[in-house]
Nanobody, 127 residues
Framework: QVQLVESGGGSVQAGGSLRLSCVAS????????VGWFRQAPGKEREFVSV????????IYADSVKGRFTISKDNHRNTMYLQMNSLKPEDTAVYYC????????????????????WGQGTQVTVSS
């Protein structure tokens, strides 16, 4: 059974930075594409970023492009989301997700493309 555990959330002022981590219970990062979603209060969960299992492809939502960086460390079974220049609108619960092997042409911005989810970590950005 795959388990994903996020950490690194917290409260920060606008303009600040946070780094989220997602640890997997198995060595899946060499085979699974993994990504981040977020859900703000009263809103639907939305795509943030995804990184291919081979780490040679990434996709970012327009709202975070240039500010967030996704990466992973296969040896540590850990994925990261470095978030810089945070804005109040980045406030949300952030979730990591993993997809069993699929073509890179998969619709990664859709939740249904992923098979496993973490419980989430809260990020709060104050103005």
């Amino acid at each position: 059974q795959v388990q994903l555990v996020e950490s690194g959330g917290g409260s920060v002022q606008a303009g600040g930075s946070l780094r989220l981590s997602c640890v997997a219970s198995t060595r899946l990062f060499t085979r699974y594409t993994v990504g981040w979603f977020r859900q703000a209060p009263g809103k639907e969960r939305e795509f943030v970023s995804v990184i291919r299992w081979s780490a040679d492809n990434t996709i970012y939502a327009d709202s975070v492009k240039g500010r967030f960086t996704i990466s992973k460390d296969n040896h540590r079974n850990t994925m990261y989301l470095q978030m810089n220049s945070l804005k109040p609108e980045d406030t949300a619960v952030y979730y990591c997700a993993a997809a069993e092997p699929k073509p890179w042409t998969t619709a990664w911005a859709q939740e249904r493309s992923y098979n496993y989810w973490g419980q989430g970590t809260q990020v709060t950005v104050s103005s």
